[in-house]
Structure formats: C-alpha cells, structure tokens
C-alpha cells in the first residue's frame, strides 16, 4: 500500500532532484514495498526492518522513525495540512472534522492547518477534530482515557486493516486536545454501512477511509454550530478483497527483504 506522504515525497524528489539521476518509481509509486507490507509484517519488525534498508540503500525514511511510538515525519504533516486550506477555502471553519484515524498523523495536519490559519488571522477559530478508529484497536483513544501522549494497545482482526493500528502519535492526541475533539471507535459492521451509504452517493471508499462517517453515525447525536466534514482517504481499490492476485509473501528479514529489493532493482 502506497501511502499518500511517500507519493508526494516520491514525485517531488522526481521534479526537484538532479534530472541527471534515475530515481526509481518502484517501490513508492508502484504497488507499495512488498517487503514491509503493512498489513502482514508486524510493526515491531517493519520499523526496524525500514530503518536498516534505508541505511544500507542510502535512502530516506518517510514514515516513523522512533520505536516507543509513531512520531512521523516533518514533511508529512506539511502535506497534510493542506487539506485544512481547502476546506476553509471551500467552507470557512467547518464545525467537526471526522478523520479516520490510525497513528494521527492526517488528524495533526488537518488541526495544524487549521491552527496556523487561527495564527496568521484569516479565522478566529479551529474545528473540532474526532478521531475515528476501529473499535478492535485504538491507541490513540486509550492515550486520551489514560491522559498519555501516546500509548500501545492490543489490537484484534478488522477489514479496517489501514488503521488498525497497535500504537498512536503525540501528535494525534495533541490535535484532539487543542481542538476540543473526542475519539470514536466504530465496528466493521458500522464502518461497512458507512462504506455502503458513500457508495450510493457514487463514492467507492476503502473500508478504512469510511471510518470518518462511521464516526459521525455512530457518535452522540449533538448540535453543531456550522457544517461537519467527514474525510474520507482512499479508494476501495485498496480493501483487501479487491483486485486479488498472485503476489509474492512479505518477508520481515533483513537478508530476504535485501535479495528482493536487490532482484527489483533497487542499489
């Protein structure tokens, strides 16, 4: 699964970089890394595992880079901010923003735009931002019951498997506290309605990204004092059950995630 920040990351180095060099599209524009598939490889051998391939390769991690928790990337939430310019520039400052959520890193894009915007003057308030995940795991929602910047949890099976994540980011329950947001945890069940109610609407969503209006059908009904967005993330392409073929296991070692890298191409 290619992941919107590695994208973007991959086509400004592209643009930007020495027109000279060859910048290889595989793996970050071409169907993801098949050796640290994200929803196979476990987040305690994938981090390591990253760690070691972009520094035998010479190359730059833009996902976490610390073990006790996900921190991300600097640059990824620069990117994501930007989604709190467009909604502002088509809305002003909505009410609530429901975001599926899994470490929270789009959640603190969202917020910091929103925040920056407050700062320079052009409003004088943010939205609330719910943090919406599912109900087998959400780290982020224990760290905000346990008052911890970050916490890890157990996590159980869910088609959800975008944002079934075991632990959380500061940076998610910082944008949740600020904002005077909340956490809700949705059921696949909920999630699948949610999925099914866009695709009436002619939107086909992947099960995760209809967490954010799973979120909203399943929270409180309340007032809101403007209009609520629910953001929704990718297609439904990337569900588990689309597009099934045969592809090679994912590998959690060095030595065979090093031969499979090296026989793609990569040096």
């Given at each position: 699964?290619?992941s919107?920040?590695?994208?973007?990351?991959?086509?400004?180095q592209?643009?930007?970089?020495?027109?000279?060099r060859?910048?290889?599209?595989?793996?970050p524009?071409?169907?993801?890394?098949?050796a640290?598939?994200?929803?196979?490889?476990p987040?305690?051998?994938?981090?390591?595992l990253?760690r070691?391939?972009?520094?035998?390769f010479?190359?730059h991690?833009?996902?976490?880079?610390?073990?006790?928790?996900?921190?991300?990337?600097?640059?990824?939430a620069e990117?994501?901010?930007?989604?709190?310019?467009?909604?502002?520039a088509?809305l002003?400052?909505?009410?609530?923003?429901?975001?599926p959520t899994?470490?929270?890193?789009?959640?603190?894009?969202?917020?910091?735009?929103?925040?920056?915007?407050?700062?320079?003057?052009?409003t004088?308030?943010v939205p609330?931002?719910?943090a919406?995940?599912?109900?087998?795991?959400?780290?982020?929602?224990?760290?905000?019951?346990?008052?911890?910047?970050?916490?890890?949890?157990?996590?159980?099976?869910?088609?959800?498997?975008?944002?079934?994540?075991?632990v959380?980011?500061y940076?998610?329950v910082?944008a949740?506290?600020?904002s005077?947001?909340?956490?809700?945890?949705?059921?696949?069940?909920?999630?699948?309605a949610?999925?099914?109610e866009?695709?009436?609407?002619?939107?086909?969503a992947e099960?995760?990204a209809?967490?954010?209006?799973?979120?909203?059908?399943?929270?409180p009904?309340?007032?809101?004092?403007g209009p609520v967005?629910?953001?929704s993330t990718s297609a439904g392409?990337?569900d588990?059950?689309?597009?099934?073929?045969?592809?090679?296991?994912?590998?959690?070692e060095?030595?065979?995630?090093r031969?499979r890298l090296?026989?793609?191409?990569?040096?």
């Amino acid at each position: 699964m290619t992941s919107p920040p590695t994208a973007s990351l991959a086509t400004a180095q592209r643009s930007l970089g020495d027109p000279g060099r060859r910048y290889p599209l595989w793996p970050p524009l071409t169907g993801g890394c098949p050796a640290t598939s994200t929803e196979e490889v476990p987040v305690e051998a994938r981090w390591p595992l990253t760690r070691r391939i972009a520094d035998h390769f010479g190359l730059h991690p833009v996902s976490n880079l610390t073990p006790q928790a996900h921190t991300g990337h600097a640059f990824g939430a620069e990117g994501y901010k930007t989604v709190a310019y467009e909604l502002h520039a088509e809305l002003g400052v909505p009410a609530a923003v429901f975001v599926p959520t899994g470490y929270g890193e789009l959640l603190f894009g969202i917020h910091k735009g929103f925040a920056e915007l407050r700062r320079l003057g052009v409003t004088d308030r943010v939205p609330r931002l719910i943090a919406c995940g599912p109900a087998t795991g959400g780290p982020l929602t224990a760290a905000l019951r346990q008052g911890l910047p970050a916490t890890w949890v157990e996590v159980g099976p869910t088609e959800a498997y975008g944002i079934n994540c075991p632990v959380g980011g500061y940076r998610g329950v910082v944008a949740v506290r600020e904002s005077g947001g909340r956490s809700v945890l949705v059921t696949d069940e909920q999630a699948r309605a949610a999925q099914a109610e866009l695709g009436r609407a002619g939107l086909w969503a992947e099960l995760s990204a209809a967490v954010g209006l799973a979120g909203l059908r399943a929270a409180p009904r309340e007032e809101f004092d403007g209009p609520v967005v629910c953001v929704s993330t990718s297609a439904g392409f990337k569900d588990q059950g689309a597009g099934r073929g045969p592809r090679e296991a994912p590998v959690a070692e060095w030595e065979a995630a090093r031969a499979r890298l090296l026989a793609a191409g990569l040096r």
